[in-house]
């Protein structure tokens, strides 16, 4: 099945700092999302973006199909940033059109 | 406009008894997802239904686990009997389509003693 790998798995940054989040997937993809586990455990869509870029606040997102990755920008991070970012991936081939396959994520935690 | 509804978000109860998880879709959505997230597997995908037929069940652990959609905007996941490895956490997620983007309920955290 389709391979997903994020980097980095572990983040620390002061408040006010930008960082770049990174996906790699081994196939061609119909659907990529981004989320963002919070410490509470809720998960939260960030974006849809299987191709492209998006940009919603300090949070934007690029998607490179034909390389086959995705970035994740978050600048002027705050603490409420801090959670666990994942990548998750729909493969274009095979039967099942509706599996997503997430990644083991990034850890982020953004200090005061 | 209302999100997936999960319930309980807490759970806990004694290994032998029955549990029942319930999600409410976003309206308009027509496929719905269980999923379970533990430290040492991720998330991994339970049961998916398309139009309330559940489609692909293979990632249900055992007998011990069912789920339901007795109608197009409500479903259920039941352990009965439950056992302390079931202890996780388990998402509910909605989408208007199989391939479209999914939206996640805020789950439910289940602890068997």
């Known amino acids: 099945g389709i391979q997903v790998e994020q980097s980095p798995p572990d983040l620390i940054l002061q408040e006010g700092a930008n960082s770049t989040l990174r996906c790699n997937f081994s196939?061609?993809?119909?659907?990529l999302q981004w989320f963002h586990q919070n410490p509470w455990g809720q998960l939260i869509n960030l974006f849809y973006i299987p191709s492209g870029t998006k940009q919603n606040g300090r949070l934007s997102a690029t998607t490179v199909a034909t390389e086959r990755y995705s970035l994740l920008y978050i600048s002027s991070s705050q603490t409420t940033d801090s959670g666990v970012y994942f990548c998750a991936v729909l493969p274009w081939s095979g039967g099942s059109n509706y599996k997503l396959t997430f990644g083991k994520g990034t850890l982020l935690t953004v200090n005061p | 406009d209302a999100g997936v509804i999960q319930s309980p978000r807490h759970e806990v109860t004694e290994m032998g008894q029955e549990v029942t998880l319930r999600c409410k879709l976003i309206?308009?959505?027509?496929?719905l997802f269980w999923y379970r997230q533990t430290m040492m597997r991720g998330l991994e995908l339970l049961i998916y239904?398309?139009?309330?037929?559940?489609?692909?069940d293979s990632g249900m652990p055992e007998d011990r686990f069912s789920a339901k959609m007795p109608n197009a905007s409500f479903s259920t996941l039941k352990i009965q009997p439950s056992e302390p490895r079931d202890s996780a956490v388990y998402f509910c997620a909605s989408s208007l389509a199989g391939e479209q983007p999914q939206h996640f309920g805020d789950g439910t955290r289940l602890s068997i003693l």
């Open positions: 309206s308009g959505h027509n496929s």
């Open positions: 196939d061609s993809v119909n659907n």
């Open positions: 239904f398309n139009n309330n037929v559940p489609i692909d």
